[in-house]
Nanobody
Framework: QVQLVESGGGLVQAGGSLRLSCAASGRTFSSYAMGWFRQAPGKEREFVAAISWSGGSTSYADSVKGRFTISRDAAKNTVYLQMNSLKPEDTAVYYC???????????????????WGQGTQVTVSS
């Protein structure tokens, strides 16, 4: 059974930092891209960041460029999202996602992804 489990969410003041983790189990995700989406109350889910299987290629939404960094540890089957300079508008449930087939990192936000985590809440207070 494939599982993606996010952790690391919480409440932080504006300007603060959080590091999200997404641990994969049930299969090896090291050969496939992984990424993050988020969904704020009353809004559609939106792409945040993605990383290639090697970690050599990444992509980011314009709204988080320069503030968020995605990385992965293949040995741990885990992907991370380091979030700095957080803003109240970053408040959302953050989900990690992956697939069992190739997905272009540069087009990550356009795909319907196969595997999803349960989400972790990030709340940024002003």
């Amino acid at each position: 059974q494939v599982q993606l489990v996010e952790s690391g969410g919480g409440l932080v003041q504006a300007g603060g930092s959080l590091r999200l983790s997404c641990a994969a189990s049930g299969r090896t995700f090291s050969s496939y891209a992984m990424g993050w989406f988020r969904q704020a109350p009353g809004k559609e889910r939106e792409f945040v960041a993605a990383i290639s299987w090697s970690g050599g290629s990444t992509s980011y939404a314009d709204s988080v460029k320069g503030r968020f960094t995605i990385s992965r540890d293949a040995a741990k089957n885990t992907v991370y999202l380091q979030m700095n300079s957080l803003k109240p508008e970053d408040t959302a449930v953050y989900y990690c996602a992956s697939d069992g087939t190739f997905r272009s990192v540069s087009s990550w936000g356009e795909y319907e992804h196969e595997y999803w985590g349960q989400g972790t809440q990030v709340t940024v207070s002003s």
